[in-house]
């Protein structure tokens, strides 16, 4: 260290307690304090800190404020100039020390400080990349869902159009078949060079030149005043089919088919009768009257809750085998007479669901069914019935006939009720003998009653 240097650090040098020598080779140890005013904030009171190994410096106690830099000489001639050169070199490595520490913790903690803003700004970075994928994210999801929205409301509105346009269509369909209804009519009309017969409710009676079908009064009938002529009926050695057109469901008027098919001979088909609405219908009295060639019937649609006259329904059809009137409702019926008469090939017939309690007359009612075999009658209610004449007469294959409950109280005619039942083999008349009047307005009222039977009958 040059001297220059020594003396403007002397100058910087206080005076501290020495202690008192009588000379300078006074044997003991000098001491020498040098202040080095630095930045201690690094530091605390009472720490220590070893700069280096050399026997010259011992300690450095750190003060607050300042750094007091002791040198313990152990020379015996105290402390000499060198001694000072020693302790301002210690006192430079000291800063020097204390700023390369100082320096290398700035160092350090810029370092850091840059490696923490980097992270920093790495983290931001992720931080706003998570952010925006966020915003992205809604951003997407916000447009599906205006989307689904958007769709949603197109689908509703086409469905809403499509419910008004199907409603429009309906509301005009339903004024047309109305206006259809007031105009339309019933009437038959022939087809097929005047082979086919095809009942219609339309507006179009006079293209199809069609025929009226409320018919009017037949007096070639004197049994029956109901009888009615048709203009189809100089057609009955023609007619082969009859059609119910579905458009015939509509009508609810029809309270009259008597004498509709009145001897139609060459008739085989009768098709869509379950378009023949009858519920208002109270007269069907000769309305298959002499279908000599038809061969089925099934009536089970007819409704004939309101019917009162059955008189000569299926009379001379001579060719029938099958006979459906499983859901015949005969509570309002009243006349029964000539009903079944000389249904030649009819070998069953199921009636239970007759009833027959406002009946007044069942004469011949089965009068020639000849191919009758079987005939359980025991749900009959007989009890208004005045006539039973022939009533049975020409069942000549009837081995079977039950009549539990007949109640004849009533009854003035029984003239050759079974006549000719010649297969019958016993027949059991207990519910209706012993009531039954002797004479009638035709005379003996049992006149001729088992005429060619040969029987065993129980009278009691």
């Known amino acids: 260290m040059d001297k220059d240097y020594f003396n403007s650090l002397m100058k910087s040098v206080q005076d501290s307690e020495q202690p008192t020598s009588n000379s300078s080779n006074t044997l003991g140890k000098a ?133 008004e346009r199907q409603e429009r269509e309906r509301q005009e369909r339903e004024q047309q078949e109305r206006k259809k209804l007031q105009e339309s009519e019933p009437y038959a009309a022939l087809t097929n060079n005047n082979r086919t017969l095809t009942f219609h409710f339309d507006n179009m009676k006079s293209s199809r030149q069609g025929m009226d079908i409320k018919g009017s009064p037949d007096r070639h009938f004197p049994w029956n005043d109901k009888a009615r002529e048709f203009k189809w009926r100089k057609y009955k050695n023609t007619i082969t089919t009859v059609v119910f057109d579905n458009s015939f469901s509509n009508c609810h008027c029809i309270d009259n088919t008597g004498s509709w098919f009145l001897e139609l001979s060459k008739l085989t088909s009768i098709r869509g009768l379950n378009y023949l609405n009858t519920e208002k219908v109270v007269d069907m009295s000769n309305m298959f009257y002499g279908c000599e060639s038809l061969e089925e019937l099934d009536l089970s649609s007819f409704n004939t809750c309101n019917v009162r006259n059955m008189n000569g329904m299926f009379l001379k059809c001579h060719s029938l085998k099958k006979l459906n009137l499983r859901n015949f409702n005969t509570g309002n019926v009243t006349d029964m007479r000539y009903m079944f008469m000389e249904c030649w090939p009819l070998q069953e017939l199921n009636l239970r669901s007759f009833v027959t309690g406002n009946v007044t007359s069942m004469f011949r009612m089965f009068n020639g069914c000849s191919s009758l075999q079987k005939l359980d009658l025991s749900n009959f209610d007989t009890s208004s019935v005045t006539c039973m004449g022939y009533m049975f007469e020409g069942c000549r294959s009837l081995r079977e006939l039950n009549l539990d409950g007949f109640d004849t109280r009533k009854v003035s005619d029984m003239r050759k009720m079974f006549a000719g039942c010649c297969s019958l083999q016993k027949l059991d008349i207990r519910s209706f003998v012993n009531n039954c009047k002797t004479n009638g307005p035709f005379g003996d009222m049992t006149e001729g009653m088992f005429d060619g039977v040969s029987l065993k009958i129980i009278k009691k």
Request: proline share 1%.
């Open 31 to 163: 001491f020498l304090t040098v202040k080095i005013d630095i930045d201690c904030k690094l530091y605390c009171d009472g720490d220590f800190l070893d700069l280096f190994e050399a026997n010259k410096v011992k300690k450095i106690p750190i003060e607050t404020g300042q750094h007091l830099f002791t040198i313990e000489s152990e020379h015996s001639d105290g402390v000499s100039e060198d001694h000072v050169v020693d302790a301002a070199e210690a006192g430079k490595n000291y800063l020097l020390l204390v700023n390369g520490m100082k320096q290398k913790e700035k160092e350090i903690f810029q370092q850091a400080s840059e490696e923490k803003h980097e992270n920093k700004d790495e983290i931001l970075w992720q931080e706003r990349e998570r952010q925006e994928r966020e915003r992205q994210e809604r951003e997407w999801q916000e447009r599906e869902r205006q989307e689904r929205e958007r769709q949603e409301r197109e689908r509703q509105e086409r469905e809403w159009q499509e419910r």
